[in-house]
């Protein structure tokens, strides 16, 4: 399997953004999929998480209300739809697939496979 991630880019703060990440390979549609950032000079940290079915999401405290993760098992893609994006949101943001048990959803270890990730700068 390999991710593509696109759809970073430079914003104002406020506005939106959508990433998306398109995967090769079988079995998308039994993978968790998640999305992750990382900041210079910070580690990797968590933003959301869709399980299989995509019935079912987790978000990072820092995203809830603003971030909305889906997917599209029929073309292999998982989104990631920002809202009323802050400078602090800057980083870049990475895609991965796994099967973490809920308890482990947000620890990057227990993904597989990653995306070669995209940039978004939010503006202040």
């Known amino acids: 399997v390999q991710l593509q991630a696109s759809g970073g880019g430079l914003v104002q703060a406020g506005a939106s953004l959508r990433l998306s990440c398109a995967a090769s390979g079988r079995a998308f549609s039994t993978y968790t999929m998640a999305w992750f950032r990382q900041a210079p000079r910070k580690e990797r940290e968590f933003v959301g998480a869709i399980r299989s079915s995509g019935g079912s999401t987790v978000y990072a405290d820092s995203v809830k209300g603003r971030f909305t993760i889906s997917r599209d098992n029929t073309k292999n893609t998982v989104y990631l739809q920002m809202h009323s994006l802050k400078p602090e949101d800057t980083a870049v943001y990475f895609c991965?697939?796994?099967?973490?048990?809920?308890?482990?959803?947000?620890?990057?270890?227990?993904?597989?496979?990653w995306g070669q990730g995209t940039l978004v700068t939010v503006s202040s």
């Open positions: 991965a697939n796994g099967r973490p048990i809920l308890s482990a959803i947000r620890d990057p270890s227990m993904y597989y496979t």
